[in-house]
């Protein structure tokens, strides 16, 4: 059973920093790229930042400089560093392959940043 969960959001400040982390079953985290998502009520999910096998990153513009995503293969795991935060930041955060796959999505992690 494909598994992705979500942990590490919360409610910060404006320029605080948080650490989400994404553990995935091994039969998918090896073979595939993953990123992270964000989602704000009434919005298109969108793409935040992804990293394929090899560790080549992309970012989406709105979080380059503050966001950096990483991968630990030993450990099946994704995370994102999120510095610098901002109000405009909140949402919830998920992660999935990249491409994603309808069936993989999970809870997600609330981050909240107060101005």
């Known amino acids: 059973q494909v598994q992705l969960v979500e942990s590490g959001g919360g409610l910060v400040q404006a320029g605080d920093s948080l650490r989400l982390s994404c553990a995935a079953s091994?039969?998918?985290?090896?073979?595939?790229?993953m990123g992270w998502y964000r989602q704000a009520p009434g919005k298109q999910r969108e793409l935040v930042a992804a990293i394929t096998t090899g560790g080549t990153t992309n970012y989406a513009d709105s979080v380059k400089g503050r966001f950096t995503i990483s991968r630990d293969n030993a450990k099946n795991t994704v995370y994102l560093q999120m510095n610098s935060l901002k109000p405009e930041d909140t949402d919830v955060y998920y992660c999935?392959?990249?491409?994603?796959?309808?069936?993989?999505w999970g809870q997600g992690t609330q981050v909240a940043v107060s101005s």
């Open positions: 999935n392959t990249r491409p994603p796959r309808g069936n993989y």
């Open positions: 091994r039969s998918i985290f090896s073979i595939n790229a």
